[in-house]
């Protein structure tokens, strides 16, 4: 009787840990529910590719030549030639139902991300102390001296919102300015819900080769200001400024 109480507590435990574990690939998508914690952790380009799996595996004809060229290489992939032979049952309709709201929910995600960012950015520039306080939770702290409220204002002046790009959950946009002194890094980078933002000034200018006479950089000036935020629920907060250097 232990034997069989303990078998099927051991069954149990697999199924809910196999079920658990994230989503790597559609091969049984036509057989069984995705559970919404298997693809939580998944990016918008991995839950895209997924979606477009369970359409592959039904013979789908891609006008995308790169999901095209993917789903050729791909054993078990066959082209109907007509879409709209394509026929999904009702646990792919289900499945891809999952993976699409996923998608838009990620997407809106990314998309306030950055119109919280622009607001912030507006205002850091504009000198809105009392509504970066309200809305971000930031405050120019006076440990930080004159610096801070500089420095930032540089780093969103170059920095492009609009041109933020993601490789699966991490965005980013960076610029380096080479002044013939000193390199300075301007960063913003995400990864899921933080955002970092950074003043770099990391490096002497590629055209001084050594330090002598004719220089007066000197390597031990060199630091680093990152500005630490989170998305909570729809609002960005300020977590806290670290410097470096």
Known sequence: MKHKILACFLFIFFVQFFSSQTLKNCSNCATQIIK???IKDLSLDEIRLLTNEIYARNGYEFENPRFQQHFESKS???SKKDNKKVNFNDIEKKNITLLQNQSKQLKTERDLIT???KSLKYLVLENKTNELKSKFNLTYDTQYGEDNPKLLKEVLSKIDLDDINYYKNQGLNSVTVDNGFVKILYEVSLDGKSINLYYNYMA?????EDFDEFTDYHSETEFMYNWQFELKGNKLEFIRLAIAG
């Open 36 to 38: 919404q914690e298997q």
């Open 76 to 78: 078990w992939y066959s």
């Open 115 to 117: 119109a919280q960012l």
């Open 204 to 208: 002497h200018s590629k055209i001084i």
